[in-house]
């Protein structure tokens, strides 16, 4: 199995995933403290809806996604200010106009279909370096965010109005979680596609939740259970020789029902 | 008229005061001042707030008291004193507190306002309470809201309304269901924008950039019903009132261990928060606004959930407040039965106005 880690595509998906699964639950827990769960299912079609734009206009796909999501949060947000909506009502909206878009484009420019779907599976693989960089440098960003705003993100995820009342800029720090919730979503599409991120984003933060006592200890516990099963799920997979993301959302799903099964006891 | 008397029980503090006052523990001087006023005497109330001393084995030789000077001094807790200049109406007031005292001239009374405006109603915590506010001792800012009209989805809640609170003075706004008591608040904390008037906290317009940098001036204790079961320490919570100060973690440590003994909330501090009754997830909100260094608490139906139990240790911790750290509070409730006991001045809310 070693032998295959010198294979430059596989040894940039093992980078990749583990400095996602360290990093990218931190966002899951972000979605469950700011009721954002709706949010994501946006973003994928805002993937989408990127994902066809860029092989419409033959423009880099992973940038185009990472920027039509970025785009789309921006406008959720503003739009769920002004109108004194609930983000996860309005992200609907966006969701539905995200992928009629989508389908405009892979109509109009006769774009493949299918190849605008494999967006859904991911393709941990086709990395490039630049990529590769890319997420590395948003992975440090993420941690570097968590870290140096530990504190105001504690009192926004507790109370925004009393966070407000203690002099933090909690508008400010809604929408800077917002955009890292929205680059985390592009970014574990192109990893381990659409239908799986969950067991990346979100089962880490609701396995961590069922022992911390504070948001320091779910943090932490989101990114262990996540660097877990990013990097057990790959060796995994090239062990059985089954996709990536199916073998890291079947390891995180594992994982869940036996410490479910340990707590009910 | 001018009377002078001179007992000499201790005849060696009877020569003339080289300083304004002088406080001695047997022959020793252990505190001095030579401040004009009330001012001596507050000050002594800080020296004696850090040392050990016992404050019945104390000496006090003042230059001047009157009625005023006397409830302070009894305040805090000096048993034995030596005034040079005495008005004759302090000495009810050391008679009924049993003080010990000397003087060399006794007049009827002092040329000071101060001591016309000390009433016989008054006890002797709240002539202290009142000389703080007057000698500007207190934490609390002014608050004054001036032809204040606020509108919810078109209908007009808060119409006009006026009102001028002074600093740590109290204010409880009671009303009817959906008379717009939280909405008043929430104007006052900036959630709700004006549609007319001003509001105005200490030198800040709400709403005002100034404001938008000192707005952690207010503490928000909201109605604890919120169930919230996000993971988080008591502890933690009461470090949110330092918001985005950036501290060293022993200072913060510090800060957090004062507020909460200061509410007798220190015991939770390493329990989580949403497994707090409602009367310790009170004490906590009031220890986060302490270390936030609030100036004006607005307390929104703070007895809501609350037991017999919790409503009297609110009262109590509400009375000590506004005598010690005495920051402006507004208050709403319709608790009727309980705001009786707090006694504190009240307004009803009717019609978008105070009445």
């Not at chain 1, 259970?225 to 799903?253: N, V």
Request: glycine fraction near 6%.
């Amino acid at each position: 199995m070693l032998e295959l880690l010198s294979l430059t595509p596989i040894f940039k998906g093992l980078i990749v995933l583990a400095l996602a699964g360290l990093t990218f639950p931190i966002t899951g827990v972000y979605l469950f403290r700011l009721n954002l769960l709706p949010l994501r299912f946006m973003l994928m079609h805002g993937a989408i809806l990127g994902g066809a734009m860029a092989l419409a206009l033959q423009i880099n796909p992973f940038w185009t996604t990472i920027a039509v999501n970025l785009l789309l949060v921006l406008f959720m947000a503003k739009t769920s200010r002004s109108m004194k909506t609930d983000a996860g009502q309005i992200s609907t909206f966006f969701m539905v106009i995200s992928i009629s878009l989508a389908f405009i484009f892979i109509y109009k420019f006769n774009v493949p279909a299918k190849d605008t779907l494999t967006l859904l599976w991911g393709n941990l693989f086709t990395l490039s370096w630049t990529e590769v960089t890319g997420i590395g440098l948003f992975a440090v960003l993420l941690a570097g965010f968590q870290y140096y705003f530990r504190r105001q993100l504690r009192a926004l995820f507790f109370d925004r109005e009393i966070a407000f009342t203690s002099g933090i800029n909690e508008s400010h720090l809604y929408y800077a979680v917002v955009l890292l919730i929205a680059i985390t979503v592009a970014l574990a599409m192109k990893l381990i596609g659409a239908l799986l991120l969950d067991a990346l984003l979100l089962l880490p933060p609701v396995i961590a939740s069922f022992r911390a006592r504070s948001l320091r200890g779910m943090i932490i516990g989101s990114a262990i259970w996540g660097g877990i099963f990013a990097i057990g799920g790959f060796l995994l997979s090239i062990a059985t020789d089954i996709p990536a993301s199916s073998s890291i959302a079947a390891l995180a799903s594992l994982a869940f029902i036996i410490i479910y099964l340990i707590r009910k006891k | 008229m001018r009377r002078t008397k001179s007992v000499n029980l201790w005849p060696n503090i009877n020569e003339a005061l080289e300083h304004s006052l002088i406080v001695r523990l047997n022959a020793q001087t252990v505190f001095t001042s030579d401040q004009h006023w009330l001012y001596p005497l507050f000050e002594l109330e800080d020296f004696l707030k850090h040392s050990e001393l016992s404050t019945s084995d104390l000496f006090l030789s003042d230059k001047i008291a009157g009625k005023a000077a006397a409830c302070l001094i009894v305040f805090l807790g000096i048993k034995r004193c030596h005034i040079e200049l005495l008005s004759e109406r302090a000495i009810p007031v050391f008679k009924a507190n049993q003080i010990e005292f000397t003087y060399d001239h006794l007049v009827d009374h002092i040329q000071c306002r101060t001591e016309d405006l000390i009433t016989d109603k008054m006890n002797i915590s709240d002539a202290y309470l009142f000389l703080r506010k007057r000698a500007g001792r207190v934490q609390g800012l002014s608050v004054k809201m001036e032809n204040v009209s606020v509108r919810i989805e078109e209908k007009l809640v808060i119409n006009q309304l006026n009102f001028d609170l002074g600093r740590g003075e109290q204010l409880i706004i009671h009303g009817a269901n959906g008379a717009g008591k939280t909405t008043l608040l929430r104007s006052l904390l900036g959630f709700i924008p004006i549609v007319d008037g001003s509001i105005k906290i200490g030198d800040y317009f709400v709403g005002s950039d100034l404001w938008k940098v000192n707005r952690s001036i207010i503490g928000y204790v909201h109605q604890e019903n919120i169930k919230n079961n996000f993971p988080i320490s008591s502890g933690e919570v009461v470090q949110i009132g330092l918001g985005k100060s950036r501290i060293s973690k022993s200072e913060t440590d510090y800060r957090i261990e004062v507020a909460m003994r200061r509410t007798g909330s220190f015991h939770l501090i390493e329990q989580p928060y949403h497994s707090l009754s409602g009367g310790e997830k009170q004490r906590v909100s009031l220890a986060r606004c302490l270390c936030q260094n609030a100036r004006v608490f607005l307390l929104d139906e703070p007895t809501s959930f609350l037991d017999q139990q919790g409503k009297d240790g609110l009262l109590l911790l509400l009375h000590e407040l506004s005598q010690n750290e005495a920051p402006t509070m507004v208050l709403v409730s319709h608790d009727l039965q309980w705001i009786e006991q707090l006694n504190w001045p009240r307004k009803e809310l009717k019609g978008g106005r105070l009445c």
